[in-house]
């Protein structure tokens, strides 16, 4: 199975803070990753697919980049509403999926 | 629009067997390319991908948790059924199913781009 880790686990950073996020395939994913957003009680939402590409109605402030087993997510001036834990997922060994641990983004 | 939602028991005792129903609207299981999986989340912990139905009746799970689950699919009535035998107090979570694409269907394939609100298993005798 590919595992998927992220860094760091949680951050502290304050609005208006750019904010990035690591994702590592343990092998070679080429751009199928994805990321998500979650807010506690509530369901992951899609960010960012095919390791790049805007999911529609995302704000431009959040980006991704990356291929192969090296992935960012970056958040270019954290919004109050940012607050959250992101998840990785990766989609290369589809339909055997995988999920990074997390990262928990707070408030500084 | 794309809607899902989970169904289920709240409440199961250890070694008893889970059902869970996932029925959706706003598309078809039999379209080529369409997909359901569940996903699970302890409390506090992260997410958990457990087993994928695909438009052609194939099915997958976990490597670490095949031995117990098994999907399928009802198309007429929009709804995709997970359950999972022998089940522990470590297997307390939110239960999530979410819709799929299968790789090459169009850029966001690989994705789960529509989920339900998911449901809370606790297992407790």
């Known amino acids: 199975d590919i595992q998927m880790t992220q860094s760091p686990s949680s951050v502290s950073a304050s609005v208006g803070d750019r904010v990035t996020i690591t994702c590592r395939a343990s092998?070679?994913?080429?751009?199928?990753l994805a990321w998500y957003q979650q807010k506690p009680g509530k369901a992951p939402k899609l960010l960012i697919y095919a390791a790049s590409s805007l999911q529609s109605g995302v704000p431009s402030r959040f980006s991704g980049s990356g291929s192969g087993t090296d992935f960012t997510l970056t958040i270019s001036s954290l919004q109050p509403e940012d607050f959250a834990t992101y998840y990785c997922?990766?989609?290369?060994?589809?339909?055997?999926?995988?999920f990074g641990q997390g990262t928990r983004l707070e408030i500084k | 629009q794309v809607t899902l939602r989970e169904s289920g028991p709240a409440l199961v005792k250890p070694t008893q067997t889970l059902t869970l129903t996932c029925t959706f609207s706003?598309?078809?299981?039999?379209?080529?390319?369409?997909?359901v999986s569940w996903i699970r989340q302890p409390p506090g912990k992260a997410l958990e991908w457990l087993a994928l139905?695909?438009?052609?009746?194939?099915?997958y799970y976990s490597t670490s948790l095949k031995t117990r689950l098994t999907i399928s699919k009802d198309t007429s009535k929009n709804q995709v059924v997970l359950t999972m035998t022998n089940m522990d107090p470590v297997d307390t979570a939110t239960y999530y199913c979410?819709?799929?694409?299968?790789?090459?269907?169009?850029?966001?394939?690989?994705?789960?781009?529509?989920w339900g609100q998911g449901t809370l298993v606790t297992v407790s005798s």
């Open positions: 092998q070679g994913i080429s751009s199928w």
């Open positions: 997922q990766q989609a290369n060994s589809f339909p055997l999926i995988t």
């Open positions: 139905i695909d438009w052609d009746d194939d099915k």
């Open positions: 979410a819709r799929i694409r299968a790789l090459g269907v169009d850029d966001s394939s690989g994705t789960f781009d529509y």
């Open positions: 706003g598309f078809s299981l039999s379209t080529s390319g369409m997909c």
